[in-house]
């Protein structure tokens, strides 16, 4: 079935919905104005079920089908939180609060969610309980892994969940997906190298960590090209170097690298924090220096169930007929696998057409895509959860 045809009447109102959550912009879990306008229209809506608090902030509203709510249940999750961005579009409803934008469009994950379970909620063309899910802190503050330790799952008896991302570039309408991971995870590094700082002139009485330093930094990059299989994805990234010396005749008592590894495959993920402590610590040892690797595991890798990922592409061949199920993968992260960690499902990509890329200060939500998401969250439900 393509758009539906109420979706599409609907999609003026989850515009405005868009708009008004484009223009008050809330960070991490503080997304308190936002998560209790999604409440309200939940209720609004007729849901059967509308619970506030978890995760800390977020919201979950139950949707039962034509059974009561006898049958099983699948979650479809929104991200709600912005970004601290401070927004140059110019837009009619552009961020009213400096410093803060939707710079990755998820006030249009949100809104499309919410005009889905307004559909939902008038047509109830299922059996079983749709469960929407409104997630905080996507960016950075791991509010996906935050509802899942709090019993999203085991709370709302969910089966099975899903996903979506806008994709700017790829156009309006168009749907990408892929089995297994499509999405990296996230990890970070500190290393701290400590060695003897003093005159600049006199480097054979010093230990200089700078060049200790630099030869890690060299060092760490070999590990991607001889540690990894040259068929696997990993990115390995030294964003800051800094020292303690403020001149240029002095040499630094220490030095410190700040970085960040990608990775598409578990184990890769434990390849890479071995190679890093002992690439650190051992080309410090070389010069007589030390080094103090802090090592910390982010977001994990996004992996798509392949059986899940197939009724995903289902859905979006259904609502657009334009459907990748075999689209690259990709190396930013997506805590939505802590999701998929505890239970089967997909994350598919939507097209927002030639806008700026997500996290750019011009970025805007194409409000056309709007009937497609909604669509595509409404077919999952009514295709996953009729019965026979």
């Excluded at 290393?191 to 054979?204: D, K, L, Q």
């Excluded at 184990?267 to 080094?291: C, K, L, M, S, W």
Aim: charged share 20%; with cysteine.
């Amino acid at each position: 079935m393509p758009v539906r045809n109420r979706i599409a009447e609907l999609t003026p109102e989850i515009a405005r919905w868009r708009h008004d959550f484009h223009a008050h912009p809330e960070l991490l879990f503080d997304v308190d104005r936002t998560a209790g306008k999604v409440a309200e229209l939940l209720r609004a809506f007729g849901c059967d079920e509308v619970v506030t608090g978890i995760g800390r902030t977020g919201v979950v509203g139950v949707i039962k089908g034509r059974d009561g709510g006898a049958g099983r249940a699948i979650g479809l999750r929104a991200d709600m939180d912005a970004l601290p961005i401070h927004e140059a579009t110019g837009l009619p409803h552009a961020s009213t609060i400096p410093g803060r934008m939707h710079a990755c469009g998820h006030d249009g994950h949100t809104a499309m969610l919410l005009g889905a379970a307004k559909y939902l909620c008038e047509t109830r063309n299922f059996d079983g309980r749709a469960v929407v899910i409104f997630q905080p802190a996507e960016e950075g503050g791991a509010g996906g892994r935050e509802m899942v330790l709090d019993g999203l799952m085991e709370r709302f008896a969910i089966a099975e969940v899903y996903g979506l991302h806008n994709a700017p570039g790829m156009p309006v309408g168009q749907f990408a997906i892929r089995p297994g991971p499509i999405m990296a995870s996230a990890d970070e590094f500190e290393i701290t190298v400590t060695g003897r700082g003093g005159h600049a002139a006199e480097p054979h009485l010093c230990i200089d960590t700078t060049l200790v330093a630099a030869q890690i930094v060299v060092s760490l990059h070999s590990m991607v090209a001889r540690n990894i299989n040259p068929l696997d994805r990993v990115v390995l990234t030294v964003g800051t170097f800094s020292t303690d010396s403020g001149a240029s005749n002095i040499i630094a008592q220490t030095a410190r690298l700040c970085g960040t590894v990608r990775a598409l495959e578990p184990a890769n993920r434990d390849i890479a924090e071995r190679r890093v402590r002992e690439i650190a610590e051992h080309t410090a040892r070389a010069f007589g220096a030390e080094a103090r690797v802090i090592y910390e595991r982010g977001y994990p890798p996004t992996i798509n169930s392949a059986e899940h990922a197939g009724h995903a592409a289902a859905a979006a061949r259904a609502v657009s007929g334009r459907c990748d199920d075999d689209t690259p993968p990709i190396m930013p992260a997506e805590d939505f696998s802590f999701m998929l960690e505890a239970r089967p499902g997909a994350y598919i990509f939507l097209g927002n057409g030639d806008s700026a890329s997500c996290h750019h200060p011009a970025y805007e939500f194409d409000d056309g895509a709007i009937p497609f998401g909604a669509s595509w969250f409404a077919e999952l439900v009514e295709a996953r959860l009729t019965r026979g």
